[in-house]
């Protein structure tokens, strides 16, 4: 027997892009394992990716093509030859490419975070189509957004350097569940004395281990980094110094927070004075006694009507107490911004002969439904599915499904497995994962270039998502040399070797490694030099300003909440968020029976108070409906929800859930106030309990 390790990457969407070490006996993988020498890794991975053998080796991949042979939806295929499967969709899309090219639409996310079998060889090929761009909203252009107008880029605190705070806010984040090394590191702070505190609408499994919990209603954030700001300027526990070197606009900033009185705080957030201002004192007191204070900040703050602003709101906060001075100091919502990636080499945007119209990947279920007109541009014939699956994730889920099940829609759905979208799709061509391409890979969460070893051949007839789109652009009669690059070739690509983060990127090297970190001081700011257009966090942003938006922090009530929209709210009483399950990742491994088992089945938190309401026991199945539509899960009846808040985690495939349908049946196409992001926590519903 010949055994061998292979050095691999975590391609899921996910901060901690581990780095792995794959087993490989006689040509199998045996075993996925956390690199124990990775700084971050440090030889642990999560439940999930430890697994990811299963996965790779589960009866269900898809190995073959597939052809359509029931109605769209049935999940009923036959098996084809990559000939006559290319030959068919070369076919279907030659025409309208020569009639109407926006017409046909790619639509893919981070079911890979990879560069090279993310977007690259697709991004070549649907631009030398001239195809509709996608406009890749569904997780965290919100938050991006906002932090850009005021930090500059997505460049904050190194995951590194969390363990040595001795304040450390988790801001709308559950990272037991979702970012598991940088809890490591705030376990081992703690140790050292730190406090821990959770800002959160939910009582999560991180904020039950966190020293205080703040239950803030859902989408009220800003509100409460505006009180922040409010006793911080009052009681003067401030960075002076730091004000006036390196911010613009602290003047107007405190005429903004003089507004948000710790009563109006409380009031808007439905928490207690005693919050706002315990909170601030000692955030912006041990700031002053020089002790690093820092904020990890997550998306789900950003999944409201206010979400960017929420985020911006945030980011201001460590420049006011100079907690950017300190390594461990800061606040963290992406590392994504450090790292010197070279999508223009690898995506080819200059194959475009003229730039098309760009359609959201949130609204894909009005986008569907749209007929031709001078205002959208012409009706979306073709879709072309990599890296996501809409029928689970999109919102407004019954719109999707209408949109997919249109006769005259052409779908190609590119899949390990029959999903839920794959149900919908007239060809479905077979993927590798992870185990069998080659990959370049950033991270989100932590500052390492990471190479991915292609570790066993492709399972049957599965290709690489690159491999695709090559044969598909040769069937198109592409034969620009571009279309020819090996993905060895297109690694290469990956970073700009001359950027002074990468150090000297190589490939080659980068492989036999497996990781590599950039070339980032300790502290990024603490001396300013802030990527803004005047070089300084921004309190007041002149581009916002010129982008139609309130130069200065502000609050956006959500969209469906009492604030906006009294009379929604009465016919729908409760808040609904659907933060990801433990077990799942977006809509990746729910299909893994070990992982489906151990969370269950959907099911449904809800306060006691809301449950007494409506004749709700522990275990009974309910219903959760608003205009948009309804699910069936089981009733928790616990006070991890607050009273007037229900929280479904997600997501669960509709085939795979109770009533074959999830939690996406109930949120909203809205967007966000920038950076035309979802609203999947602006959610008003009411619960019923279903009759036996």
């Known amino acids: 027997m010949t055994t061998t390790q292979v050095r691999a990457a975590c391609p899921l969407d996910c901060p901690d892009t581990c780095a792995l070490l794959v087993t490989v006996e006689d040509g199998v993988a045996t075993a996925v394992k956390g690199d124990p020498d990775h700084p971050t890794t440090a030889g642990v991975l999560c439940t999930k990716v430890s697994r990811y053998t299963e996965r790779t080796y589960h009866e269900d991949r898809l190995l073959y093509p597939l052809k359509r042979v029931g109605k769209k939806g049935e999940g009923k295929f036959e098996r084809i030859s990559w000939e006559e499967a290319l030959n068919t969709i070369a076919a279907r899309l030659k025409p309208i490419a020569e009639r109407d090219p926006e017409a046909i639409l790619p639509y893919s996310y981070c079911g890979t975070m990879g560069l090279v079998q993310g977007e690259s060889m697709s991004s070549r090929f649907f631009n030398k189509i001239g195809a509709s761009l996608l406009d890749r909203t569904i997780c965290a252009t919100a938050g991006f957004t906002g932090y850009k107008y005021t930090i500059g880029a997505s460049i904050g605190t190194d995951m590194e350097q969390f363990q040595n705070s001795k304040l450390l806010i988790i801001w709308g984040g559950n990272p037991i569940a979702s970012n598991l090394h940088f809890w490591t590191r705030a376990q081992e702070a703690k140790r050292n004395g730190a406090r821990l505190i959770a800002i959160d609408p939910y009582r999560s499994l991180t904020a039950e281990k966190c020293h205080q919990h703040i239950a803030l209603l859902p989408g009220t954030d800003a509100a409460l980094a505006l009180g922040l700001m409010h006793v911080l300027i009052k009681e003067d526990l401030l960075d002076h110094d730091y004000i006036a070197q390196y911010t613009l606009g602290f003047e107007q900033l405190k005429q903004r927070a003089a507004e948000w009185t710790p009563e109006r705080v409380a009031q808007t957030c439905g928490i207690t004075v005693d919050e706002v201002v315990g909170l601030a004192r000692l955030y912006g007191g041990m700031a002053k006694a020089g002790e690093p204070v820092a904020i990890r900040t997550n998306y789900g703050v950003q999944r409201v009507r206010g979400g960017g602003m929420s985020v911006r709101a945030i980011a201001c906060l460590p420049a006011l107490v100079g907690a950017w001075r300190h390594p461990a100091g800061g606040v963290q919502l992406s590392s994504s911004g450090s790292f010197p990636t070279n999508k223009p080499k690898l995506q080819r945007p200059d194959l475009l002969k003229k730039i098309p119209r760009t359609i959201n990947m949130t609204t894909i279920g009005d986008d569907l439904l749209r007929p031709a007109s001078p205002a959208f541009g012409p009706q979306v014939e073709a879709v072309i599915v990599y890296n996501s699956n809409p029928l689970a994730i999109a919102p407004d889920s019954d719109k999707v499904m209408r949109g997919f099940l249109r006769e005259d829609l052409f779908t190609v759905v590119l899949e390990q497995f029959q999903t839920d979208t794959a149900d919908y799709a007239d060809i479905v061509l077979p993927a590798t994962t992870q185990l069998e391409h080659i990959d370049a890979h950033t991270s989100y969460g932590h500052l390492y270039m990471m190479a991915n070893n ?179 899960a089981k009733a928790r009846v616990t006070d991890k929800a607050r009273a007037g808040l229900v929280v479904g985690l997600s997501v669960w495939w509709k085939k795979l859930a109770t009533d074959g349908k999830n939690a996406n049946e109930v949120t909203s196409q809205q967007l966000t106030d920038m950076g035309r992001a979802p609203t999947f926590y602006d959610t008003l519903v009411q619960v019923e309990k279903v009759s036996a």
């Not at 990127?505 to 497996?514: E, I, P, Q, S």
Request: aromatic share 10%; proline share 8%.
């Open 454 to 632: 292609a570790a066993i051949a492709p399972m049957g007839e599965a290709k690489a998502n690159t491999e695709i789109f090559r044969l598909l652009a040769a069937k198109m009669g592409f034969d620009d040399d571009c279309f020819k690059e090996s993905d060895d070739e297109l690694a290469a690509q990956a970073f700009n070797a001359q950027d002074v983060r990468a150090i000297g990127f190589d490939w080659d090297a980068l492989k036999r490694k497996g990781w590599q970190k950039l070339n980032m001081p300790a502290a990024p700011f603490a001396q300013g030099g802030f990527p803004t257009p005047s070089g300084k966090c921004e309190f007041y942003s002149e581009q916002m300003k010129a982008d139609g938006l309130d130069p200065l922090p502000s609050y956006l009530p959500p969209y469906e909440s009492v604030a906006s929209n009294p009379e929604l709210a009465k016919r729908y009483p409760l808040a609904m968020i659907s933060p990801p399950a433990r077990n799942f990742l977006n809509s990746t491994f729910v299909n893994v029976k070990s992982l489906r088992s151990a969370e269950g089945e959907p099911h449904l938190d809800i306060h006691p108070d809301d449950s007494a309401a409506r004749g709700i026991a522990a275990g009974d199945m309910v219903r959760i409906f608003n205009d948009r539509g309804s699910f069936v």
